[in-house]
């Protein structure tokens, strides 16, 4: 009795350890939001100040994603500590979770929190978080459904998937998928016939889940709309990012990060075909209740996982597919372990360790795990990593990042200017961007106008698109237009109606030099009052109090 429980009690043990590893890590190794990860913050940003999703500005499907750091921000306030403390408690959940399903899945607590912390090390992305928690949490309920896929669990794993959906929507469509494979393959077993009662459930808890997100959609835009705008957004992002060629080997001194990630890249594709192979060797026998339900779909995820996100740069993308195809090492791992012929057992337990060593050394290359100990301190000492902490406890307090920790070279130069609109300008007022550098958001304290984050073809640039923003843009005071030289010629080509409104309605203000680019042109709206002179600058105030320093920026 009691070392049954001993024996469920140490992978929670693990995972806790794990969990705690992973916000130690990612706080320690902060090194700053990309530019990417501002386009979350700035849409959150735009909701704790009074727009709405859809209603207030475009979504192409990712409503969750905003919303939980929006929350955050409004209860917690607007500190750069308080996202970062939300990224690190996601992945900490991440890796918990992880660790668990690997336990659970090799039979191997020490096993499955190696794997827990190589997730950890191999440093997704910071907006990847859900690529994480939510599909080692997806993995966990669905082994509990392919065992007895009680209404209880059948219910959580809706749920689950439907988080996912609002997260971003193809989230919630490959874990819908493995959610149903695992749940026809599980009730399977006493005739397919059996397997239409769980799945109805499944399915009908799921739509009441999303009915409320359905209906508010259907009132503020229209699914037709929704939908189209949403899928056109992600075959426009596809085509941009994708892989263009498949990565090779370079046999030569400096190119270790990236034959790393290369290695990566076909080990974790790789894997699931493995998976179902060895799965397909046992069908007669299975080692627990539920293993082929569960092994099939998580290596069906793992395929589609694999091709969906490891695209364009290999060391952003090669992170996001870990935790599936990690879990499904889990599974080989102890399945090896238990064969009935001692020379096999051997041969496959020294196999996967060796393998396993494989998979360590490349994401300590591939993630650059010996830069990432230097940015904690962790290589020089605790005094070092008590500095850290020290500088980390200052600049998280702040609203704005400062020195390395700002996203781009466009947001360091505007600095001075958004110091200026923040000063000179109403909060209700709102910026016009083109090129995506949604940090500009952020770092002024406005609201994006027209609806969108980025005015930057091709995305949104269809004639019916662009009227729309054009609509919006007229119900709103949008004092300046922030024109990335670089891209002007793209929107002028390809948004001609915005380049019209723009040219019709601005004029240019000043010209910002911004290194290594053609740098950027403010455009300031014609004939809107001027209340005064920033002294600092010389350029025109909308607002009738200058407060020089206050709850802002100064220049730099």
Same mark, same amino acid.
């Given at each position: $009795?009691?070392?049954?429980?001993?024996?469920?009690?140490?992978?929670?043990?693990?995972?806790?350890?794990?969990?705690?590893?992973?916000?130690?890590?990612?706080?320690?190794?902060?090194?700053?939001?990309?530019?990417?990860?501002?386009?979350?913050?700035?849409?959150?940003?735009?909701?704790? =100040?009074?727009?709405?999703?859809?209603?207030?500005?475009?979504?192409?499907?990712?409503?969750?994603?905003?919303?939980?750091?929006?929350? /955050?921000?409004?209860?917690?306030?607007?500190?750069?500590?308080?996202?970062?403390?939300? &990224?690190?408690?996601?992945?900490?959940?991440?890796?918990? =979770?992880?660790?668990?399903?690997?336990?659970? *899945?090799?039979?191997?607590?020490?096993?499955?929190?190696? *794997?827990? !912390?190589?997730?950890?090390?191999?440093?997704?992305?910071? +907006?990847?978080?859900?690529?994480?928690?939510?599909?080692?949490?997806?993995?966990?309920? $669905?082994?509990?459904?392919?065992?007895?896929?009680?209404?209880?669990? *059948?219910? %959580?794993? %809706?749920?689950?998937? /439907?988080?996912?959906?609002?997260?971003?929507?193809?989230?919630?469509?490959?874990?819908?998928?493995?959610?149903?494979?695992?749940?026809?393959?599980?009730?399977?077993?006493?005739?397919?016939?059996?397997?239409?009662?769980?799945?109805?459930?499944?399915?009908?808890?799921?739509?009441?889940?999303?009915?409320?997100?359905?209906?508010?959609?259907?009132?503020?835009?229209?699914?037709?709309?929704?939908?189209?705008?949403? =899928?056109?957004?992600?075959?426009?992002? /596809?085509?941009?990012?994708?892989?263009?060629?498949?990565?090779?080997?370079?046999?030569?001194?400096?190119? %270790?990060?990236?034959?790393?990630?290369?290695?990566?890249?076909?080990?974790?594709?790789?894997?699931?075909?493995?998976?179902?192979?060895?799965?397909?060797?046992?069908?007669?026998?299975?080692?627990?209740?539920?293993?082929?339900? #569960? !092994?099939?779909?998580?290596? #069906?995820?793992?395929?589609?996982?694999?091709?969906?996100? $490891?695209?364009?740069?290999?060391?952003?993308?090669?992170?996001?597919?870990?935790?599936?195809?990690?879990?499904?090492?889990?599974?080989?791992?102890?399945?090896?372990?238990?064969?009935?012929?001692?020379?096999?057992?051997?041969?496959?337990?020294?196999?996967?360790?060796?393998?396993?060593? %494989?998979?360590?050394?490349?994401?300590?290359?591939?993630?650059?795990?010996?830069?990432?100990?230097?940015?904690?301190?962790?290589?020089?000492?605790?005094?070092?990593?008590?500095?850290?902490?020290?500088?980390?406890?200052?600049?998280?307090?702040?609203?704005?990042?400062?020195?390395?920790?700002?996203?781009?070279?466009?947001?360091?130069?505007? =600095?001075? +200017?958004?110091?200026?609109?923040?000063?000179?300008?109403?909060?209700?007022?709102?910026?016009?961007?083109?090129?995506?550098?949604?940090?500009?958001?952020?770092? /002024?304290?406005?609201?994006?106008?027209?609806?969108?984050?980025?005015?930057?073809?091709?995305?949104?640039?269809?004639?019916?698109?662009?009227?729309?923003?054009?609509?919006?843009? *007229?119900?709103?005071?949008?004092?300046?237009?922030?024109?990335?030289?670089? #891209?002007?010629?793209?929107?002028?080509?390809? $948004?001609?109606?915005?380049?019209?409104?723009?040219?019709?309605?601005?004029?240019?203000?000043?010209?910002?030099?911004?290194?290594?680019?053609?740098?950027?042109? &403010?455009?300031?709206?014609?004939?809107?009052?001027?209340?005064?002179?920033?002294?600092?600058?010389?350029?025109?105030?909308?607002?009738?109090?200058?407060?020089?320093?206050?709850?802002?920026?100064?220049?730099?």
């Amino acid at each position: $009795m009691n070392r049954d429980r001993s024996t469920r009690f140490f992978p929670v043990l693990v995972a806790g350890v794990a969990a705690a590893f992973a916000l130690l890590w990612r706080v320690l190794t902060f090194a700053g939001f990309n530019n990417d990860h501002y386009v979350n913050v700035a849409r959150a940003q735009q909701m704790v =100040l009074g727009d709405w999703v859809v209603r207030d500005f475009v979504d192409p499907g990712m409503p969750l994603t905003y919303a939980v750091s929006a929350a /955050a921000r409004w209860l917690w306030g607007s500190s750069l500590g308080v996202e970062v403390w939300l &990224i690190a408690v996601a992945f900490a959940v991440g890796a918990a =979770l992880t660790t668990l399903s690997a336990a659970r *899945l090799s039979g191997s607590a020490g096993f499955a929190l190696t *794997l827990g !912390i190589l997730g950890v090390l191999i440093n997704p992305r910071s +907006f990847s978080y859900p690529k994480v928690a939510l599909y080692a949490g997806a993995a966990l309920i $669905m082994g509990s459904v392919a065992r007895s896929p009680t209404t209880v669990r *059948l219910a %959580a794993l %809706a749920l689950v998937t /439907a988080i996912a959906f609002l997260f971003r929507h193809d989230h919630g469509l490959f874990i819908g998928l493995g959610s149903a494979l695992t749940i026809g393959q599980a009730a399977s077993a006493a005739g397919w016939r059996a397997a239409v009662r769980p799945l109805a459930i499944w399915f009908l808890l799921l739509m009441a889940y999303l009915a409320p997100w359905a209906i508010y959609v259907a009132a503020y835009e229209g699914h037709f709309h929704y939908w189209a705008s949403a =899928l056109a957004f992600s075959r426009t992002e /596809a085509a941009e990012s994708g892989l263009r060629t498949l990565p090779g080997f370079q046999f030569s001194a400096g190119h %270790a990060s990236d034959n790393a990630l290369s290695f990566l890249f076909y080990c974790f594709h790789a894997t699931p075909v493995v998976a179902l192979g060895l799965l397909w060797r046992r069908r007669s026998q299975e080692a627990w209740l539920g293993e082929r339900a #569960v !092994i099939s779909a998580l290596a #069906v995820m793992g395929m589609v996982v694999n091709l969906t996100f $490891m695209r364009g740069s290999l060391s952003g993308r090669v992170p996001d597919a870990f935790v599936l195809d990690g879990l499904l090492l889990a599974w080989m791992f102890g399945r090896v372990r238990h064969l009935a012929r001692d020379a096999a057992r051997r041969w496959g337990t020294a196999a996967m360790l060796a393998l396993t060593v %494989a998979v360590s050394v490349a994401i300590y290359w591939g993630a650059d795990v010996h830069e990432q100990l230097g940015r904690s301190g962790a290589l020089d000492g605790s005094d070092a990593v008590g500095q850290r902490i020290a500088d980390l406890r200052i600049r998280l307090g702040k609203r704005l990042p400062e020195r390395d920790h700002v996203p781009s070279r466009y947001s360091r130069a505007l =600095l001075p +200017f958004l110091a200026y609109v923040e000063r000179c300008t109403a909060p209700a007022d709102r910026l016009m961007v083109t090129g995506l550098f949604p940090e500009i958001y952020v770092l /002024a304290n406005r609201r994006f106008a027209g609806g969108h984050i980025a005015f930057w073809p091709p995305y949104y640039s269809t004639p019916a698109e662009q009227e729309q923003a054009i609509a919006r843009l *007229l119900r709103q005071s949008v004092p300046f237009v922030i024109l990335v030289n670089q #891209v002007a010629e793209e929107v002028r080509r390809q $948004m001609p109606r915005v380049w019209t409104f723009v040219e019709t309605r601005y004029e240019p203000m000043a010209q910002i030099e911004v290194p290594e680019t053609a740098g950027v042109r &403010i455009m300031v709206e014609k004939n809107r009052r001027v209340r005064s002179v920033d002294p600092s600058t010389g350029w025109v105030c909308f607002t009738a109090v200058l407060e020089p320093g206050a709850r802002g920026l100064e220049p730099r």
